[in-house]
Each structure stands twice: as C-alpha cells, then as structure tokens.
C-alpha cells in the first residue's frame, strides 16, 4: 500500500488528476477490505481526496474534507503530520476561497506544529506557499514577496514539488 499512496502522490503533483483519484479508489477498497484502516481512510478521505478537489479548482469541497477529517483527527489517532497537512490544505482551499483572514490563521497554525515538530525545511515551505498568497490576497504585497522570495529559494532544492513551485512563481 505504501507504493500506491506513493503513486497518488506522485499523480497529484503531476496534474494527472484522473490517475490519482482512480488509485485513491482503489487504496480505499484495499482499506475497507481491511477493519484496522480508520486512520489510513481518514487520511485518504482528509488529505488526498481535498488535495484533489483543490487541483479540480472545488475549494469549497476541498474545505469540507479537511474540516471533516479535522474533526475526526483525534478519534483516529492522527498524527501531529496528519494535522498540520489537514491545516495547511485547509488554508489552501480557504486562499482559493479569498478568506484571506481565516486562511492566515489556519496556516499559522499549521506552520506552529511545523516548527514545534522540527519538520523539514520543505514542508514548512509547502505552508509558506499558501502564506504568501494568502499576504498578497490580502493587500500585504511586501510581506508576500519577501516570504515567496524566502520559499522559492527552499523549493529550488526540492525539484518534486511541481504545484507548489507553480503557486510562488
């Protein structure tokens, strides 16, 4: 199952859309055949399935996904990953949305999980993408300029991360 969540990664970032879902339905079969899978459902329907309906330009769908699974999150025992990704897509699709405000703050708390867990430098930059857009949605040019400046540099080193480099150019 790792190489297939994997793969809709990979799908995802590569716009290939279709692909993706047809092996999101097919992971969540796999995890229904199966009764321990609460948490990798959740994920699935959470992150990846709102991931999609964001690249499918249905933020609005998006933001439910992500509330739900947010809502769900401990009940599942997600992980403190799990959350701060369930923020930083909400954030994403509330950007889309123009709830400039409201996504700041969701991002924010997305970024504060990703610094308390130390997380690596691109994953802070994946949050700092949505912030950056989110600055200059609301009128904060400088600001966005000086943190897409900032993510840009990151995301340079990490040549996988295709729709996030789209986003800051």
């Keep these: 199952l790792p190489d297939r969540v ?6 995802l970032e590569l716009g290939k859309l279709d692909d993706a879902e ?3 339905d097919a992971l969540e079969r796999s995890y229904r055949a199966r009764n321990d899978q609460a948490l ?4 699935l329907d959470g992150a990846y399935r709102a991931e999609l309906a964001i690249a499918r330009g249905d933020p609005r ?5 992500a509330r739900a699974a947010l809502a769900g999150w401990q009940e599942v025992r997600g992980t403190h990953a799990d959350r701060e990704d369930l923020l ?5 699709s509330l950007v889309d949305q123009g709830r400039w405000k409201e996504a700041l703050e969701t991002l924010a ?11 690596f430098e691109e994953r802070l930059a994946l949050i700092d993408v949505e912030r950056a857009r989110a600055l200059a949605g609301s009128g904060r040019k400088v600001e966005a300029e000086a943190l897409a400046k900032q993510t840009r540099a ?3 080193r990490f040549p996988s991360f295709l729709r996030a480099r789209a986003a800051i150019d």
């Design 40 to 43: 990798a459902l959740a994920r």
């Design 6 to 11: 994997q793969r809709v990664r990979f799908e």
């Design 88 to 92: 930083r897509i909400l954030g994403a």
């Design 61 to 65: 769908t998006a933001e439910e996904r």
């Design 109 to 119: 708390a997305a970024a504060t999980i990703a610094r308390t867990r130390h997380e």
């Design 154 to 156: 990151v995301l340079r």
């Design 22 to 24: 047809r092996h999101m």
